[in-house]
């Protein structure tokens, strides 16, 4: 149990999802930390959160699986009793070409980043529409508005948050529950370390800022999406990408 609003992380073990996590934190959120296979990286997350006054937990959770997301919000309800912000931001990239796409590749993006939004949602909306309260945060991305060659995979699954985003805002907006979008630019992350130079400097080009994100920038947009001051926001789709989707 805790006294504190409690906020549910998908992916927190490392990169943007750890980077949200020790700003809520920071905030004075009880924040609990899933991961799907860094245990010990969450584990360090729930350290330094702790390190700096805050309090947190380790869950860990697939959340491509429906069966396992259930026993997850489950079990965050049985011992924490209510959800008042849930980030979707577990995320995975498979690239390649569309004529060189396996159906596998395709299948894991699209069941981790968008099946797996759906999942969490289904368990963690039940509780925040008992509570007539909620904040669900989605990470979608620059590419699910503009595509991206190599991408269709992860492109089509981040334009799919932005459907779900929109139509989950509809259906809960009347019991005080707001669900947006963050779309994030080029993140310096593990996701994007391991991309060939010449792509990182054509990316580079591409934003009018003439830098990349760190995954702070984005922690601090879910911070204030998850804040009172956001509590008249539903529906909407912020870029956090200095520019480039415009
Ligand atoms: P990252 O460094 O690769 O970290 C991915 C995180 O997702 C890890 O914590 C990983 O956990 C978790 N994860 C992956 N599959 C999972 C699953 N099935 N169940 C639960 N957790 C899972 O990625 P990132 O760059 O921080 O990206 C975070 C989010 O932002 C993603 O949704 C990504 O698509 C989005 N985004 C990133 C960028 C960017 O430039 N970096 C741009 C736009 C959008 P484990 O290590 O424990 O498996």
């Known amino acids: 149990m ?3 609003k409690v906020a549910v992380v998908t992916g927190a073990s490392r990169g943007i ?5 020790l700003e809520l934190g920071r905030r004075g959120i009880f924040v609990v930390v899933n991961y799907n296979g860094s245990a010990e990286k969450a584990e360090a997350v729930r350290e330094e ?4 006054g805050g309090e947190a937990c380790v869950m860990q959770c697939d959340v491509s699986d429906y069966g396992a997301c259930e026993t997850f919000l489950k079990q965050v309800i049985k011992e924490y009793k209510r959800i008042d912000i849930l980030v979707n931001n577990a ?17 894991v993006v699209l069941n981790t ?4 939004a759906f999942h969490t949602i289904r368990f963690a909306a039940r509780q ?7 904040r669900i945060i989605n990470l979608s991305s620059v590419v699910g508005i503009r595509g991206n060659g190599g991408q269709v995979n992860y492109s089509a699954s981040k334009a799919g948050v932005i459907g779900l985003t929109k139509s989950a805002a509809k259906e809960l907006a009347s019991r005080g529950i707001t669900v947006n979008a963050i779309a994030p630019g080029f993140i310096e992350t593990e996701m994007t370390e391991v991309l060939p130079e010449e792509v990182k400097e054509a990316t580079l080009k591409e934003i009018p800022l003439q830098k990349f994100g760190k995954p702070e920038d984005v922690a601090k947009t879910v911070a204030f999406l998850a804040s009172d001051e956001a509590a008249y926001i539903t529906g909407q789709v912020l ?3 200095g ?3 415009m």
Request: with cysteine; aromatic share 2%; glycine share 14%.
């Open 113 to 116: 980043n968008l099946k797996g």
């Open 128 to 134: 925040m529409l008992k509570q007539r309260s909620g």
């Open 91 to 107: 995320g995975v990239t498979r690239d390649g070409l569309l004529m060189q796409m396996k159906e596998e590749d395709f299948d």
């Open 17 to 21: 999802g750890r980077a949200i996590a």
């Open 239 to 241: 870029c956090v990408d």
């Open 49 to 52: 959160i702790a390190a700096a």
């Open 243 to 245: 520019g480039m989707a």
């Open 2 to 4: 805790t006294d504190k």
